[in-house]
């Protein structure tokens, strides 16, 4: 079938998802959106590079475009980020009933970002020269330590409050699922 993106995702799009305006071509945001989510789940390629995605699939009904589509137009999704995370902690599966749409910096915040951190964990570096271990927050400089854990447990620290105050912004319902991903967070922290 020609028109399957990455093997699974139907493109059964009832209209032109591709335009050229001022000698640009432009594709349709939707279509994109759509799109990049088959590949998260389904591009062999993308895992090589983002392994966190391994195992992660989308549900029946959003493998074609339209059904996507349709659910997308029901929400104020322009300049938001579809989320499969938030809701369910450790959920793999993109579908209406599991996925949120999220600002792009609330999304960003959750991400951990295994394949570009490195050997240690998220906000935790070694500076070689002192043998201690930095742990940074976005760019803020929490502290050096003498051992990673010490230095990773500073980083949750400090996120499980980002978490919290973002989270005291939010509508009633993302406010939950921020708040528990907060309590979470905390949780891990080790003695």
Known sequence: ?????????????????????NGKRTVCKIYSKWRSMITRCYSSKYHEKHP????????????SFMSFRSWLLTKNWEGMALDKDIKYSGNKIYSPDTCLLVTTSINSMMTMSDSSR???????????????YYAIFGRKFLGSFDNQEDASNAYKEKKSDRIIAVANLQEPKLK???????KE???????
């Open 1 to 21: 079938m020609k028109n399957l993106i990455n093997g699974v995702g139907i493109d059964d799009a009832d209209y032109k998802k591709h335009t050229v305006i």
């Open 52 to 63: 966190t995605y391994n195992g992660c699939s989308v549900c029946d009904e959003w493998l």
């Open 118 to 132: 490195g050997k240690y964990p998220p906000g935790v570096s070694l500076n070689k020269p002192s043998g201690k």
């Open 176 to 182: 939950g699922y921020l708040l528990r991903i907060a």
């Open 185 to 191: 967070t905390q949780a891990n922290l080790k003695d």
